[in-house]
Structure formats: structure tokens, C-alpha cells
């Protein structure tokens, strides 16, 4: 078996990882204990991994089938990569909490974001564990947010204004409104390998909890978007360059904080579909 170089970072959630080298292809015990860790430190961290495009998709392609992202521009000659960069795409929507297209009906199972261009300061990102967030709730909170579903809308994060103001760029973002409408999750999800249990709402696509009035779903909503992004659930990561963080989607929540401006920072990631939310 391989053995990993582990270090944790919080009680949480988070490990930074050394001894593998993710530009060459993995054998199974090597991408075996990547997946152990990855389900029990639910976000993983990789400093001085220069990979390219190709190599980033095989890495994540030895986790799952990968997404391309009806928005985000990526990289030609490797769709599966999409391309955050701050000079040529509006970003906003990762400076606020959230899981990765939770508007899909199999959300991403995880991500791999490699770092290609970075500011002098600034431009970390955070991960919350809804592991972590689930376990802290009463028993009482716990019994009543259980089989509750809620709505996860891909226009939260993308609205028409900031999405539609030329004409392709408008017919690009009506296609995707039409291919991914809005559709329910369940408010607590199960882990389909682990079995644990985390909150599956986030601040970034749940709009309301559906069998709850308007103003008791807006009240409970604000409550757990705060009540998992509290400090002692999370990890911070100061990026270099060419770090990579790989984070299981489930479980797990992230915020890019967007303190650099006007200096430029670029990203670069594949997205690992998963499956089918589902509460038991």
C-alpha cells in the first residue's frame, strides 16, 4: 500500500498531503489511500504540484466522470478544465459560501483546483465541514430538519444581470437555465461510501426548504447558512503557486475570499460528478 505523508490542519476538516506526485499516474494503492483521506479529512491540500491541464483531469478522472461547466469558460483543449481568472470572468459568486453545483441532480462528488497565477497577498479560500455542522446541531434541530428537501437554483449564483449582457453570452446562460432548472435535495445528506451524515444547504444555490412557509424556511436558511461556516468548522489555506486541493463535494462547503483586487489570480478546475443526494 501507499503510504501518504498526512498532515491535519484542523480538528474539522483538512490534511495537507506530501509524498505523491500528481502530474504522473497513480496506482491503485496510491489513488486508494488519496480516497481514504480524502473521506476523512474531507478537503486535502498538495503544495508544489506544476501540473498541466491533461494531467489535472486524469488525476481527477481516477475519482469519477467529469463535469463541464455550462458557464465558466475552461480550457480548449481539455473541456473538463474550466478556468477561473478574475481578468477575463466575473468571480463574485465564489466569494460567498457554497458547494459546487448543487443545481445538478448528481452534484459533484469532488474538485480539484490547481493554482496558476496568484496575487501578492490575499486570495485564500476556506472549506467548511458540513460533517462537522450536522453533529453540533441539537437533537432536537436535528429531528426536524431530517427528511426535509430544499430547492438548489442555478440562477442564485448566476443571474441574468451578471451573465446575459451580450448577445452570446445571453444565449449561453439561457441554455443553461434551461438544462439545469431548479430541483430538491435533501436538507441532510448521507455520505453514500462513509454513512455520515452533514448539512447539504449552502448560501450559494439553496434557495428555500419546501415544505416549510416562505418565512420559516428564510428564518431556518439563515440560521444553518451561519451555523456551518462557523469558525471552529472550518479550514483556511494560503495558497502558492501551483498548489492543488482536492475536496469531497458531499460533505464540505468553500468561500474564495476576494481580498486581492486589482491584482489578478487564476484557477483552474475539474469538476468530479457524484451522485444522487439522498438521506437515510
Request: net charge negative.
Amino acid at each position: 500500500m501507499s503510504t501518504l505523508n498526512i498532515t491535519p490542519l484542523s480538528s474539522a476538516l483538512g490534511a495537507q498531503i506530501d509524498g505523491v506526485d500528481i502530474s504522473q499516474p497513480l496506482n491503485p494503492p496510491t489513488r486508494d489511500a488519496i480516497e481514504q483521506a480524502l473521506l476523512k479529512y474531507q478537503v486535502l491540500f498538495f503544495r508544489n504540484q506544476p501540473i498541466e491541464p491533461a494531467q489535472q483531469a486524469r488525476f481527477a478522472h481516477y475519482f469519477g466522470d467529469l463535469h463541464i461547466h455550462p458557464i465558466y469558460p475552461n480550457v480548449p483543449e481539455q473541456p473538463e478544465v474550466l478556468i477561473l481568472d478574475t481578468a477575463v470572468t466575473d468571480v463574485r459568486d465564489n466569494a460567498i459560501w457554497h458547494t459546487d453545483v448543487t443545481f445538478l441532480p448528481t452534484p459533484a462528488m469532488g474538485a480539484v483546483l490547481s493554482a496558476k497565477l496568484l496575487p501578492a497577498y490575499g486570495g485564500d479560500t476556506l472549506w467548511a465541514s458540513g460533517i462537522a455542522a450536522y453533529e453540533a446541531l441539537s437533537a432536537p434541530l436535528k429531528s426536524l430538519l431530517e427528511g426535509l428537501t430544499a430547492t438548489h437554483d442555478f440562477t442564485r449564483s448566476f443571474p441574468l444581470e451578471r451573465y446575459g449582457n451580450t448577445p452570446d453570452a445571453l444565449a449561453q446562460w439561457e441554455e443553461a437555465r434551461r438544462k439545469n432548472p431548479p430541483l430538491s435535495h435533501p436538507v441532510i445528506r448521507t455520505h453514500p461510501v462513509s454513512g455520515r451524515r452533514s448539512l447539504f444547504v449552502n448560501e450559494g444555490f439553496t434557495s428555500k426548504i419546501n415544505e416549510l412557509s416562505e418565512t420559516e424556511s428564510e428564518a431556518i436558511l439563515k440560521f444553518l447558512f451561519a451555523h456551518a461556516t462557523r469558525p471552529e468548522f472550518t479550514v483556511r489555506w494560503r495558497w502558492q503557486q501551483d498548489d492543488i486541493a482536492f475536496w469531497d463535494n458531499r460533505v464540505t462547503q468553500h468561500y474564495a475570499v476576494d481580498d486581492y483586487r486589482p491584482a489578478r489570480r487564476v484557477m483552474q478546475r475539474a469538476t468530479v460528478l457524484g451522485d444522487v443526494p439522498f438521506f437515510r
